[in-house]
C-alpha cells in the first residue's frame, strides 16, 4: 500500500509535496553586527515572498573555543582561510538579546521567524521565545544530543545535510523519531561556499523524501536562481537561500547570498514551476482546446473523378484537422470515390466506396 505523501506544519502552514513551496530566507551574519540592519534585511525578506527569516542562535563561546593556532586555524583553499574558527564567529554571531525583538518585527511584517540553535543552551533560550520551529545546521547533523534534545520540544525540524553521508542521514532522522519528534524536513545541502552547480546533486531530494519518507528541500549556496528552482522541480518542497542588501557590504556570506531584487526574482521563478508542474493528467485546456483545428487529417489534394481509386496522390494527410483522421490512411488507400471530389475536401467516410468498415467508435464526418 502506498504510503501518504509526508508534510509538516510550521505554525498551520502545511510544508510537502501538494503545497506550495517554503521559502526561508537565511539572514545569517548579513546583519553586519548592525541591529537596524537585521530589521531591514527582515522587511526585505517579507516584500521579497518569503515565508520565513532564519537565524542562528550561538556565541562563539557555545560554537567553538578562542584558540589561535592548530585546528582552530581556518586553512587555505576555504573562503575564510586565514582566520580563527572564534573571529569568525564572533564576528558572524547574531546577539542574543536582539533575537526576541527581531521576533516581534517578523510578527508585525507577517513572516515567520526561527533558528538554528547550536547547542543546548541555545535551544533553551528560543523556547523562552516560542520560536514555531528548529533548523539543525549541516555542521551540526552529527551531533545526536542536539538532535534529540531539540526533538523533545515537539517542534518541527528541517535537517540540513551538507557532508554527511546516508547512514549519517538516517542516523539523525531516526534519532529525532526517537526523541519524540513527528515532524521532520531534510534539506539537500552541498556544504561548499559558494557552491559549483556540478556538486549540487539535486537528484538525491526525491530519493531522500522515499527512503526515509520525509519532505526535503534545498539550502542553496550556489551564485544563481536557476538550482532553486531546478530542485522545485524535482520535489523541493523548502528553499532555503540567504539573504543580504548588498553584496558590496561585504560580510562572511556575502558572495553567496541574494540581494533582495534577486530573490524576488527567485520566489517568482519558483512560483512559476510550481504553476508549469501541474498534475500527472492529460487534459487539454481550454486555450489549448481552440488549436485542435491545426491538427492533421487526410485530404483530397488532387480532384478525383467519381468511381476512381484513392491513392497516395491524390490523398495525403495534411493540415488542418477537418478531414478522417491520419490513422485511417491504410483503409481507404485503393478505395473507390463515391462520387466526383473536388482538391482541398477534407475526407469523409461518405466519399469512400464500402466505408461502413470505418470502426464503430468513429464518428462520422460530414
Not at 20 to 30: D, F, H, K, L, Q
Not at 42 to 69: F, M, S, W
Not at 194 to 205: D, V, W
Request: aromatic share 6%; proline share 6%.
Amino acid at each position: 500500500m502506498t504510503q501518504p505523501t509526508p508534510a509538516i506544519k510550521i505554525r498551520g502552514r502545511t510544508i510537502g509535496a501538494e503545497a506550495a513551496t517554503y521559502i526561508v530566507a537565511e539572514m545569517s551574519c548579513n546583519h553586519l553586527g548592525q541591529f537596524d540592519t537585521a530589521v531591514e534585511l527582515i522587511k526585505a525578506a517579507q516584500r521579497a515572498g518569503a515565508d520565513a527569516i532564519k537565524l542562528q542562535t550561538y556565541t562563539p563561546e557555545t560554537i567553538t573555543l578562542n584558540v589561535q593556532e592548530g585546528p582552530f586555524s581556518i586553512k587555505s583553499g576555504n573562503t575564510w582561510a586565514g582566520r580563527t574558527l572564534y573571529d569568525l564567529y564572533r564576528e558572524a554571531s547574531t546577539p542574543w538579546e536582539w533575537q526576541p525583538k527581531l521576533q516581534r518585527v517578523a510578527r508585525e511584517v507577517g513572516i515567520e521567524l526561527f533558528s538554528s540553535p547550536f547547542d543546548e543552551s541555545a535551544v533553551d533560550f528560543l523556547e523562552t521565545m516560542g520560536v514555531p520551529a528548529y533548523k539543525v545546521a549541516s555542521f551540526e547533523l552529527v551531533d545526536i544530543s542536539l538532535i534529540q534534545r531539540i526533538a523533545k520540544t515537539g517542534k518541527p525540524m528541517i535537517l540540513s545535510t551538507g557532508l554527511a553521508t546516508f547512514a549519517e542521514i538516517t542516523e539523525a532522522v531516526y534519532a529525532a523519531r526517537e526523541a519524540g519528534a513527528t515532524q521532520i524536513a531534510l534539506l539537500k545541502c552541498t556544504s561548499e561556499y559558494p557552491t559549483h552547480p556540478k556538486h549540487m546533486n539535486l537528484a538525491a531530494i526525491p530519493r531522500l523524501s522515499r527512503a526515509l519518507h520525509v519532505p526535503v528541500g534545498l539550502s542553496d549556496h550556489t551564485l544563481g536562481l536557476e538550482i532553486a528552482e531546478a530542485a522545485v522541480a524535482l520535489g523541493a518542497c523548502i528553499i532555503e537561500k540567504h539573504l543580504t542588501l548588498s553584496r558590496a557590504a561585504g560580510g562572511p556570506d556575502a558572495g553567496f547570498s541574494l540581494e533582495p531584487q534577486e530573490f524576488q526574482a527567485m520566489v517568482q521563478g519558483i512560483r512559476r514551476v510550481e504553476e508549469a508542474i501541474g498534475n500527472a493528467d492529460y487534459a487539454i485546456f481550454p486555450e489549448e482546446e481552440r488549436n485542435r483545428c491545426f491538427r492533421r487529417s487526410l485530404f483530397v489534394v488532387e480532384d478525383v473523378k467519381i468511381g476512381e481509386m484513392l491513392t497516395r496522390q491524390n490523398i495525403r494527410s495534411i493540415r488542418p484537422a477537418d478531414g478522417l483522421p491520419p490513422k485511417y490512411l491504410p483503409l481507404v488507400l485503393g478505395k473507390r470515390a463515391t462520387q466526383d471530389i473536388s482538391r482541398g475536401t477534407p475526407l469523409r467516410w461518405d466519399l469512400v466506396s464500402g466505408h461502413g468498415r470505418r470502426l464503430e467508435h468513429e464518428p462520422a464526418i460530414s
